[in-house]
């Protein structure tokens, strides 16, 4: 049974341009959640989409966006990157919101130049 | 606000000792409460998890964990520290709101087993 899957898992970009990553929920999980962590610190909460739209979101700008398609899979867009972007980026897939049974991807680590 | 606090972010143990990792929260409600484990360039894996049932938790790995209430603690222990146990070491407390919720984690103990 596969698990989360996250892609790219390591990509460099430049300032101020945009990147979108990746992820496939668990199979039978239909909440993805988006978490960002920076080097040496815990998991900071971007956003959370259930049934294609945004349920809550955390203490980021508007440049951090994403999307859930039909399938359940999701997109997290950063627009004008800038170097402290620079982190890993986890994707957390739930069965209906309920952090119960989390599963983690292994994550993006995305570095900004 | 809901919030957790990892006291110590190096823990250094020798194999075969105790293993203690020590978490605080601060919470107005009951709490559910989270351990994940991390290892090199890996995502989060869960260990245990305390959602208002028994009070001490058994996790993998031999992991457990005890919430007293009394000292709004959740501390992590295993009897005997094993090579493969050196990771880093996540608390974290699920935040509720307005019908959906999130994780809140501390800033993580990054554990060392020595031989």
């Known amino acids: 049974d596969a698990g989360v899957t996250q892609s790219p898992t390591h990509l460099i970009k430049t300032r101020g341009q945009q990147v979108t990553l990746r992820c496939s929920p668990k199979s039978g999980h239909d909440t993805v959640s988006w978490y960002q962590q920076a080097l040496g610190q815990g998991p900071q909460f971007i956003f959370q989409y259930y049934e294609e739209e945004e349920r809550q979101r955390g203490n980021f700008p508007d440049r951090f966006s994403g999307h859930q398609f039909p399938n359940y899979s999701s997109e997290l867009n950063v627009n004008a990157l800038l170097l402290g972007d620079s982190a890993l980026y986890l994707c957390?897939?739930?069965?209906?919101?309920w952090g119960y049974g989390y599963t983690f991807g292994s994550g993006t680590r995305l570095t900004v130049v | 606000a809901q919030s957790v606090t990892q006291l110590g972010s190096h823990v250094s143990v020798s194999e075969g000792a105790l293993v203690l990792l020590r978490c605080n929260y601060s919470?107005?409600?009951?709490?559910?409460l989270f351990w994940y484990v991390q290892y090199p360039n890996q995502g989060l894996q869960l260990l245990l998890k305390?959602?208002?049932?028994?009070?001490l938790v058994k996790g993998i790995n031999g992991f457990e964990a005890e919430f007293k209430k009394s000292e709004t603690s959740f501390h992590l222990t295993k009897p005997s520290a094993h090579m493969s146990d050196a990771a880093e070491y996540f608390c974290?407390?699920?935040?509720?709101?307005?019908?959906?919720?999130?994780?809140?984690f501390g800033k993580g103990t990054k554990l060392t087993v020595n031989p």
């Open positions: 957390a897939s739930s069965s209906q919101g």
């Open positions: 974290a407390v699920r935040l509720t709101q307005g019908g959906s919720e999130k994780l809140v």
């Open positions: 919470s107005s409600v009951p709490p559910y």
């Open positions: 305390y959602t208002s049932a028994a009070t």
